[in-house]
Structures are given as C-alpha cells and as structure tokens.
C-alpha cells in the first residue's frame, strides 16, 4: 500500500464551507495529487481535552459549532463513516506510547474537521476518525501524539492537523474589510523556513523563535495541529511542502503542508 502524507490544513472560516475560494481549490487538487486513504485521522483545534481521547462513533454526527451564520452552513451534513477498529488501534497505540488514551463513542465531526474534508472529499465515503489535542500540555505533546501514529500513514491512513497557520480573531474588525496584518507575512514566511530546514526543535520552540507569535496566535491551540503533523512525518526529515491558498480577512492565514517524510 502506497505510505501517504501527513497534512496540516488551515481551516478557516466555517464560512468556507459555503465560499471555499482558493483553499477550495488548493484542497480538491491535493486530494487529486493523493492515493485515495482507507481511513483519515482528524486532529482538529476544535476539539480540545485534558488527556488523549479517540472517536469511536461509527457513524461520527456533524458538529455545527459555532453561531449567527447563514441557515444553510447549519443545514450541511458531512455524513463519513467512522472506524471505531481503527479507533481501537489508534488508543493502543498512544497507550503503548505513554499517552493514556480514552476513547469516545459519541463524538462527531466538528467544523474544524468537516469544513476541510468536505473540500478534500465531498463524497463524505472514507471513515474519519477524530481524535483530541490537549494544548495545555505543549507543543511537544501535540508531536508525540503525530510521532505514535506515523505507522499508520504505511497501512494507507491520512493523518490530518486541523487548525490555522494564523489565528488571532481580536484583528478580525480591523483587517475583514481591507488591509493586512503585519505579522501575518513575516510569522508565515519563518515557519516555511524551520520546515523547509527540517527544524522541528524550531517550531516546538515557537513561542520564543517565531516573529510576533503572540500576535500570530494570543492561544496555541489552532497551531499545534502542525505539531501533530509534524510528528506524523515519522522522522528528521519532514519533506515539506507549503501549498499557498491565500490570507483570509487580511488576518488568517490559509496554508497547507504535506509531510512526505523520510524517503524509503
């Protein structure tokens, strides 16, 4: 079976899931690009916990998380099987890990996950299985978590990290109607370095390294998706590949990486 990537996507808006622009475009041509998965993991900023925990709904319900949108983006469904054996695997390997693992029967697929995935594979016809980060805890936890699950990427499953590579909502008034904020570029463009670099120390570090990461992101937890995926990598050499789609409202960043790993 043909090893797949580990992603990192910046979400966005739940709006994008009505106007997709151009991470609607960027996502339907990496799905193209991708061996079709057998099963897709979700790490995404949307669903946050003290310790690990797994979904094993087998039929995940869509979560419309959020407030004063259109009817119509709470009238969308994203009916994908879950995995629930998948989600079997998934504790035993973080608890083989150190990494205690609960699992979840009825959790669903919050906009962070299914806003994405929508986009990647509107079918909704591969099982998803979400899974918990706990921000609290660190970067380097969020990496162990990628880390513990990379041999899955082997058996044809798509590990996924679901968050924003910028995320500060208190500039959306300032920046929504024209403008952009100034360290949206230089914090995006430090970040395409550390993992063209190979610099995971770097990244898992950013709080002290990047430029203006307080401003880039007042809270972590829309950026340690990356460090997830960044795990997922499954070794030194990241093989990264940034896929540009743009700046929302002049604040939020829209890039994609792919993970390609070390080579065989």
Known sequence: MTRLPSLYISHGSPMTALQPGLV???????????????????????????????????????????????????????????????????????????????????????????????????????????????PLQGPAHQFALGRALAPLREQGVLLVGSGSITHNLHDFREYQSGGEAPYVRPFIEWVEQRLQADDSAALLDYRRQAPHAERAHPTDEHFQPLHFALGAAGGDTLGAQRIDAGIDAGMLAMDIYRFDGPAH
């Not at 061996?35 to 995940?60: E, F, K, N």
């Not at 205690?100 to 919050?110: A, C, H, K, S, Y």
């Open 24 to 134: 609607g475009v960027r996502l339907a041509e990496l799905a193209a690009q991708l061996p079709r998965p057998r099963a897709i993991v979700m790490a995404s900023a949307h669903w946050l916990t003290r310790q690990p925990v797994v979904g094993a709904h087998p039929q995940p319900p869509t979560i419309h998380d959020f407030g004063g949108f259109p009817q119509a983006l709470f009238d969308i469904q994203y009916p994908a099987p879950g995995d629930p054996a998948l989600a079997d695997e998934i504790a035993e390997r973080l608890d083989k890990a150190g990494l205690p693992t609960l699992q979840d029967p009825t959790r669903g697929l919050d906009h962070g996950a299914w806003v994405p995935l929508r986009l990647l594979y509107p079918q909704a016809d591969i099982p998803v299985v979400p899974l918990a980060l706990q």
